[in-house]
């Protein structure tokens, strides 16, 4: 069991072997519940892996999140940008350890991509998610997402659906979009 201090915050460029391990320990864990594959990931040089973390750090679009406890990363997420619409965030890569779930790991990751996001400006915070994820569903309708009546293929080639979720951040009020 982890202690239940934890913090989050984000990745730093040099980090990325840890980013790469546990986004590959994400993987392994849940395969099912990824746009990307184990073995995709596996199969990608250092290189690949560092540039993608520095393009997080100087993007000014990204935040790739760590939860951390002890030392150890527990969990992990990444907020970025809508390319199409910049008053839109897209939440992937969410993921917390097996013996650090149901200790608000997730929620507090959850919590960081919101204020990421509403700092920006966005309106919104979209995410896909496996449709047979039954405890990450809850997590995001409890958070207050909903459903944005989008379901298609987790990836090519896979049997698995994925549903498009959006949360309607707070900010002024606003008139068109959601």
């Known amino acids: ?7 989050i915050r984000p990745f730093g460029a040099e980090e990325w072997p840890a980013y790469r391990a546990i986004r590959l320990r994400a993987l392994a864990d849940a395969p099912d519940a990824f746009g990307s594959t184990l073995a995709a990931e596996e199969a990608l ?26 030392g150890e990363f527990i969990g992990l997420a990444w907020a970025k940008e809508d390319g199409d619409d910049p008053a839109i965030v897209n939440l992937f890569q969410m993921w917390v350890a097996p013996e650090a779930r149901g200790q608000g790991v997730a929620g507090a990751l959850l919590d960081d991509a919101v204020r990421w996001a509403t700092a920006r400006g966005a309106q919104a915070l979209q995410l896909g998610v496996t449709c047979t994820n039954a405890d990450a569903l809850r997590l995001y309708e409890r958070a207050g997402f909903v459903e944005a009546g989008v379901r298609e293929p987790l990836r090519p080639g896979s049997d698995l659906m994925e549903q498009r979720m959006r949360l309607t951040l707070p900010g002024p009020a606003r008139s068109g979009r959601p």
């Open 1 to 7: 069991m982890v202690h239940p201090t934890f913090f």
């Open 45 to 70: 040089a250092p290189e690949t892996w560092a540039a993608r973390l520095a393009r997080s750090t100087t993007s000014g679009i990204d935040r790739a999140l760590a939860a951390e406890a002890n």
